[in-house]
């Protein structure tokens, strides 16, 4: 599955701007806020990882069949938090999978790109791209799937220090109905256990 990112996730609770008040018509609107910099986003899920992954074994047929893995997760910090490597291993009913995702910040977008790599392909997967709001991680995609062009979600959400859940979602009708394809918690290895 190409977009199939490590499991675990999560996102950082991030303050909300307050409404920018009215100015009369004679005044030019001055924008003093600066965008939320979210380079550290996912400083929260540096370290390693015991992953449970539910797969959705036939995604968009009808399905309703989910395979269960189990495994780790190590998640190292590049560039300062601007970006990070996640190098996932699980083992279940449904096979070995080694995957590899590589995070990267623009601080230009402030946006996230998160790019995947299956260790059976060996290529980078096209990247969603996203960002955190409100604890809450969204990133989005298109890309082929069984000769259609649907999307992608990818989201992160339920983040603690110790915890967190990521979820994978395709629609095939332009983003009217998604169907969840993978979930992975995660719950962090405590040192010297």
Request: charged share 20%; hydrophobic share 35%; proline share 5%.
């Amino acid at each position: 599955m190409k977009s199939l990112l490590h499991a675990g996730t999560c996102g950082l609770l991030l303050a909300c701007g307050a409404a920018t008040p009215a100015l009369p018509a004679a005044s030019a609107p001055t924008d003093t806020s600066a965008p939320r910099d979210g380079q550290h986003d996912f400083d929260f899920e540096i370290g390693n990882w015991k992953t449970h992954i539910s797969r959705l074994q036939h995604p968009l047929s009808g399905s309703t069949t989910w395979v269960e893995y189990e495994g780790t997760s190590v998640v190292r910090k590049i560039w300062d938090g601007r970006a990070n490597m996640v190098e996932l291993e699980v083992d279940g009913p449904g096979g070995h999978i080694e995957g590899l995702s590589l995070r990267l910040y623009d601080p230009q977008a402030h946006q996230w790109s998160l790019n995947f790599a299956n260790g059976k392909v060996g290529t980078m997967s096209q990247p969603t791209i996203g960002e955190f709001r409100n604890g809450r991680g969204e990133f989005f995609d298109q890309e082929p799937f069984n000769g259609r062009s649907i999307l992608v979600r990818n989201v992160w959400s339920d983040i603690t220090s110790d915890s967190c859940r990521f979820e994978q979602s395709f629609s095939d009708d332009g983003g009217k109905t998604w169907e969840v394809n993978w979930i992975a918690t995660d719950t962090r290895i405590k040192d010297g256990s």
